[in-house]
């Protein structure tokens, strides 16, 4: 059995796929892989599918509800009951690697591991490996309800996080150009973000492109002034100074030469080769 939950929700095995369109019975299958090795309440279920206005006979329909998500899973032969009912409530069992939100937490985390030992090719490979789960904004049909919510909005943090660690494992390789792309997402989605604003600046002057480097400092400038009345922090003024004069060397913050290796990379195509078998973003 697999989970899918970085996109729309869907369920699998085998050859076997099913996305569940149905809100309530998608909303009750999330609340347990969100809560996955706990047991989870017929109250706090009520809660998450109806809010503060609950039916008249809240209970009896979810049971008619959960009926249906049985059903559901049934249809996939899975050859054993995943969703136990016990006295206080329901328990999901998944096993390791069934949720592909933990197969991607855990290789972000091995990225980050080999990023913090200076194996930045094994790191990018396994940013890559990652970021190839997702497949849209997390269950985001489902975030009305409040854990559904705080569990996706923290996953989307993470993988910020590990966008932003491949780009820096690029630049440390001195594959700027790669970076150029993530960059222009991240800085239009965090404007006021000075050290993605900066990289950005370096993956464009390593990439050629120094005019270009330069308007992203004048953006950001403007932003700065408008937006918190201050001007930009002194490693974006030092680089911006840098590129001016052109004559020095430019480096990143990690103090690595100024060099670009390969071509390509873009937040919306991850590179093929670590992605053979899921959609990229």
């Known amino acids: 059995m697999r989970y899918e939950i ?32 706990q047991i989870v309440s017929s109250d706090r279920l009520i809660g998450e599918l109806w809010g503060s206005n609950p039916p008249k006979k809240a209970l009896s329909t979810l049971h008619v509800h959960m009926s249906q ?98 780009i820096s494992s690029n630049q440390a390789l001195g594959r700027y150009r790669e970076t150029v792309g993530d960059l222009v997402w991240l800085v239009a989605q965090h404007p006021l973000h000075e050290e993605l604003r ?13 005019a270009e480097a330069l308007e992203v400092y004048d953006e950001g400038r403007r932003i700065l002034d408008h937006e918190l009345g201050l001007g930009p922090s002194k490693p974006l003024s030092e680089l911006h100074r840098s590129i001016l004069s052109a004559g020095r060397s430019v480096r990143s913050g990690a103090g690595e030469q100024s060099v670009h290796v390969a071509q390509g990379g873009c937040f919306q195509q991850v590179r093929q080769r670590h992605c053979s078998t899921r959609p990229a973003l």
């Open 198 to 210: 900066r990289k950005l600046m370096l993956a464009l002057f390593h990439s050629g492109r120094r």
């Open 69 to 166: 998500l049985r059903k559901t899973l049934e249809l996939l032969r899975s050859g054993r009951n995943t969703i136990t009912t016990r006295s206080s409530g329901y328990l999901l069992a998944v096993r390791p690697g069934e949720l592909d939100a933990h197969e991607f937490r855990r290789l972000a985390i091995e990225g980050r591991d080999h990023a913090r030992g200076k194996r930045h090719e094994e790191a990018v490979t396994a940013f890559d490996a990652a970021l190839c789960y997702w497949r849209g904004p997390v269950l985001e049909e489902l975030r009305d309800a409040p854990i559904i919510n705080n569990f996706a909005s923290s996953l989307e943090e993470t993988r910020l996080e590990c966008v932003e660690a491949r």
């Open 6 to 37: 970085l996109g729309r929700l869907r369920v699998a095995h085998a050859e076997e796929s099913i996305e569940i369109t149905a809100p309530k019975v998608g909303g009750l299958l999330a609340t347990l892989l969100v809560c996955e090795g």
